[in-house]
């Protein structure tokens, strides 16, 4: 049923500059990203062509110079950049991307900090 395919990419990680304290501003931090791009797969289902459906190759690529193109003071627009760059590929009308620090600078005993956020195409956050 269209618009229920999702192509699931876990686990994408980059280094990139995000954050408001000095160090964060200083150097680039490792970050995980998961994104899941609502696409229909039908016609790939049927067809095993890469034609008909969409390349998640390119996909991370885009993501990941998103990721490290600039700087981003929040987690939040960090997101909103990836989930731009994700609705920009043809035949994508949604998308959700979770972005986390894997070292964030706080005191204590946090394994990561991070943001998820759905977006569609045409909507404006």
């Known amino acids: 049923m269209a618009g229920t395919d999702l192509i699931e990419l876990r686990g994408l990680r980059v280094m990139g500059s995000v954050g408001v304290l000095p160090e964060e501003r200083s150097r680039l931090q490792p970050l ?3 994104v899941d791009v609502v696409v229909d797969l039908a016609a790939a289902g049927h067809s095993d062509a ?3 459906t969409v390349d998640y190759g390119a996909i991370c690529e885009a993501v990941a110079a998103a990721c490290t193109s600039t700087h981003h003071d929040l987690l939040e627009r960090l997101a909103q950049v990836v989930a731009d760059v994700v609705l920009g590929f043809d035949g994508i009308p949604a998308v959700t991307v979770a972005v986390r620090k894997l070292r964030p600078p706080v005191p204590s005993q946090l394994a990561t ?3 998820r956020i759905q977006r569609r195409a045409g909507q404006h956050a």
């Open 113 to 115: 900090a991070g943001v």
């Open 50 to 52: 890469l034609v008909d």
């Open 32 to 34: 995980e990203l998961d």
